[in-house]
Nanobody
Framework: QVQLVESGGGLVQPGGSLRLSCAASGITFSPSAMGWYRQAPGKQRELVATITSGSSTTYADSVKGRFTISRDTAKVTVYLQMNSLKPEDTAVYYC?????????????WGQGTQVTVSS
């Protein structure tokens, strides 16, 4: 059974930092990509950052220069270092792990971790 366990969310003041972690277990075939998405109240879920098996990264324009995504391939773990946090970064952050090639395709989501940026 596949599990994605997220950690690192919490309450932080504007300008502060947080580091999110997402550890995947029960995965047999290596992911094509891992990433983070977020959903603020009343808004749709949006991409924050992704990283491929080849370590190519993609960031939302709103987080470029402030957030950094990384991965530990051996541990199937993805991290999101968030610096210079702003109130508009407040959201539930979801980890995603996916594989789009045979012999096994999959797309898994974590349960979400709350990030609140407020003074």
């Amino acid at each position: 059974q596949v599990q994605l366990v997220e950690s690192g969310g919490g309450l932080v003041q504007p300008g502060g930092s947080l580091r999110l972690s997402c550890a995947a277990s029960g995965i047999t075939f290596s992911p094509s990509a891992m990433g983070w998405y977020r959903q603020a109240p009343g808004k749709q879920r949006e991409l924050v950052a992704t990283i491929t098996s080849g370590s190519s990264t993609t960031y939302a324009d709103s987080v470029k220069g402030r957030f950094t995504i990384s991965r530990d391939t051996a541990k199937v773990t993805v991290y999101l270092q968030m610096n210079s946090l702003k109130p508009e970064d407040t959201a539930v952050y979801y980890c995603n792990v996916n594989r789009m090639t045979i012999p096994m395709k999959y797309n898994y989501w974590g349960q979400g971790t709350q990030v609140t940026v407020s003074s």
